[in-house]
């Protein structure tokens, strides 16, 4: 009987949300600015930001 192939998790990342967040409200901001509404710029950036880094996996702190 054939196997199944093992699922694979998804990404659960809290230090790409985190980053994300950060970088996204800081290009945000700027963005923002320009536009003339900077606050604006700062909660769409934080969401697009941590949206966008959640799926990256920078792998475990202690790689072997």
Sequence with gaps: MPQKPARRKPHRNPRGLFLGAVLGAVVGYF????LG????????????????????NPGPWNRP
């Design 31 to 34: 963005a923002g600015r320009a």
């Design 37 to 56: 509404n900077p606050a604006m710029g700062i909660v769409l950036g934080m969401l697009a930001g941590s949206a966008l880094l959640y799926r990256v």
